[in-house]
Structure formats: C-alpha cells, structure tokens
C-alpha cells in the first residue's frame, strides 16, 4: 500500500477509521491509567491512614498535659519506693527493721552486685539472700510485709525447712520454728 491508497481508503470509510484511531487512543489511554490507578489506590490508603492519625493526635492532645503529669507522678512513686544500691547500710536497715517489728531472726543477709547486662533504663534489681528464723505466722507476715511494702520485691527462689535449733530444743510442736531462705531482687535506681 502506498500513500494513496492510505488517503482514499480513509476517505472511503472516515467513520470506521475515525472510530479506530478513537478505541486506539482509548486502549492506550487505559493502559497508562490502569498502571497508575494501583499507585493512586496505594497512595489514597496511606493517606487515609495520616489522616485518621493526625485526627487522633489532635483529639488526644488536648489531654496531652494530663497524661504527662499522671505519668510523672507515676514515676516519683516509682522513684520513691526504689533503692540506692550504693547505700548499703540504709538497705540493710530495712530487713533488720522488718527481723525487730516481726520478732524474727536474721541468720544471713547479703546484698549482691547487681548484673550490669540485665540493666534496661533508669531501674535495676539489687539482688538479695535472706535467711530468717521464726514461726510459721512470723515468716507469713514477713513475706506479705516484702510484697506489700515500701519496695518493690521480686522472690527468684525460696526455701522453707524446720529449724535445726527447734529439733535440738524440742519445742512446741503445734508452733514449730521454721527456716526461710530468700533470694529476691529490690528495685533500683541506677546511678
């Protein structure tokens, strides 16, 4: 086919012609809408998603302040309760304290090092061994005076076994002195 025979075919048949180059133009059209609509769709989501974002920003900003000031009460609380690990005898103090109120007896205590590798944050746990003598009440309201007291405590292990003083002694059977080996952890606050 030449040139001319392009021209009189065209003008032979404009409206078929004229309807092919239109579906022409619209399959290409199509395609490169088709590629974007996916980058358009994926777009329209994300912005979606900033949007509910943003929305939820601002209607919880507005009690931003309170939060900060509940959370930095929390934090004194926290504060307040946790140990110095350097100051030795001022954490010693609180078990003999604890032996003196509950008439027990201390039979070992021991503040370990704490593990430097398990420190995450501003709060470390001071490790502790404990041995008490006392009766089976005394040792219960020692164990609910550690969990309900002034620090936080963490029990890792505990042992309860009759007192060698009591088999020697042959005292009270119905009220036997027990020992109570304790290893548990008080919160603190790191350096």
Do not use: W
Request: aromatic share 6%.
């Amino acid at each position: 086919m030449n040139g001319s025979a392009i021209i009189t075919f065209i003008k032979k048949h404009p409206v078929g012609v004229g309807c092919m180059l239109l579906a022409i133009v619209l399959f290409i059209g199509r395609s490169v809408r088709a590629g974007s609509m996916d980058n358009l769709d994926a777009e329209l989501h994300e912005k979606t998603r900033q949007g509910e974002r943003f929305k939820n920003n601002l209607r919880y900003a507005s009690k931003l302040d309170e939060h900060l000031a509940t959370v930095n009460r929390a934090v004194g609380i926290i504060d307040e309760r946790a140990i110095n690990p350097a100051s030795l005898a001022t954490n010693l103090q609180f078990f003999y304290r604890l032996e003196s109120e509950l008439g027990l007896t201390l039979i070992d205590l021991r503040q370990g090092s704490p593990e430097r590798g398990k420190q995450n944050g501003s709060y470390i746990g001071v490790p502790y061994t404990v041995a008490v003598e006392g009766t089976y009440r005394q040792l219960m309201q020692l164990l609910q005076r550690l969990e309900n007291g002034s620090h936080y405590v963490r029990f890792l292990s505990s042992n309860l076994a009759p007192s060698r003083s009591q088999a020697e002694q042959g005292s009270d059977p119905t009220d036997p002195v027990l020992v109570l080996s304790l290893n548990l952890e008080l919160l603190g606050r790191t350096q």
